[in-house]
């Protein structure tokens, strides 16, 4: 695969117009930070926030992996204890059943509106410039944007890692689907979310 890379908008522009010319369409990948452009919250950010809401409740279980008095140390140096609280949330999240991981992550997820750069990138991929798009996000942000520009998903074919339905080497493309896009960790329009080194380590093994 080739990576293009360039400061020269006109330069890609071009490039990517002779690709798409000649059949021959890059694959676009979408990493953290599209989702962090687009107001996802990064996960020190939802760390803080869901045990900021859980301990108020005097919620007991949460306190198996963070107590009042961590969080309020982190509240004071959050640069020092940003591992700590990612390290805490990531470990709550692995001891949930996954619908229930799903509904917890969703709340950071189901009011962010569709930016406009999502828009624009949908509408080059509807006009043919990717052919493959691989992302990182398990949010529904770009399939959204391909709706709102008159791209359904009866138009494209969508892999979630995650899930175990899904199988790349027994998924072929269909002739009259315009694009793939591959998400490699999870959907969370599915409910199934990979976030630990070995889970996303396990499902590459089973596809």
């Not at 990493?31 to 869901?50: I, L, N, T």
């Not at 315009?178 to 979310?193: C, N, P, W, Y």
């Given at each position: 695969?080739?990576?293009?890379?360039?400061?020269?908008?006109?330069?890609?522009?071009?490039?990517?117009?002779?690709?798409?010319?000649?059949?021959?369409?890059y694959?676009?990948?979408?990493?953290?930070?599209?989702?962090?452009?687009?107001?996802?919250?990064?996960?020190?950010?939802?760390?803080?926030?869901?045990?900021?809401?859980?301990?108020?409740?005097?919620?007991?279980?949460?306190?198996?992996?963070?107590?009042?008095?961590?969080?309020?140390?982190?509240?004071?140096?959050?640069?020092?204890?940003?591992?700590?609280?990612?390290?805490?949330?990531?470990?709550?999240?692995?001891?949930?059943?996954?619908?229930?991981?799903?509904s917890?992550?969703?709340?950071?997820?189901?009011?962010?509106?569709?930016?406009?750069?999502?828009?624009?990138?949908?509408?080059?991929?509807?006009?043919?410039?990717?052919?493959?798009?691989?992302?990182?996000?398990?949010?529904?942000?770009?399939?959204?944007?391909?709706?709102?520009?008159?791209?359904?998903?009866?138009?494209?074919?969508?892999?979630?890692?995650?899930?175990?339905?899904?199988?790349?080497?027994?998924?072929?493309?269909?002739?009259?689907?315009?694009?793939?896009?591959?998400?490699?960790?999870?959907?969370?329009a599915?409910?199934?979310?990979v976030?630990?080194?070995?889970?996303?380590?396990?499902?590459?093994?089973?596809?």
């Amino acid at each position: 695969m080739t990576i293009v890379q360039s400061d020269d908008l006109r330069d890609l522009s071009r490039r990517l117009s002779e690709a798409r010319n000649q059949g021959k369409p890059y694959t676009l990948f979408l990493g953290s930070g599209c989702a962090r452009a687009a107001g996802v919250p990064d996960w020190g950010e939802m760390a803080m926030r869901f045990f900021s809401e859980e301990l108020a409740t005097e919620n007991s279980w949460v306190e198996d992996f963070m107590s009042f008095s961590e969080l309020s140390e982190i509240r004071r140096d959050p640069i020092r204890g940003r591992a700590k609280l990612i390290d805490s949330f990531v470990r709550m999240l692995l001891s949930l059943p996954i619908p229930i991981r799903y509904s917890v992550l969703q709340r950071f997820y189901d009011k962010i509106p569709v930016p406009e750069f999502y828009l624009q990138l949908a509408r080059m991929i509807k006009d043919g410039y990717f052919a493959h798009i691989l992302t990182t996000s398990i949010d529904n942000l770009l399939e959204n944007a391909l709706a709102k520009v008159g791209v359904y998903r009866k138009d494209y074919d969508l892999i979630s890692l995650a899930s175990a339905e899904s199988r790349i080497q027994s998924f072929p493309e269909s002739a009259d689907k315009r694009f793939l896009i591959i998400k490699l960790h999870g959907d969370l329009a599915e409910q199934k979310v990979v976030i630990a080194p070995y889970e996303i380590e396990d499902t590459l093994h089973l596809h």
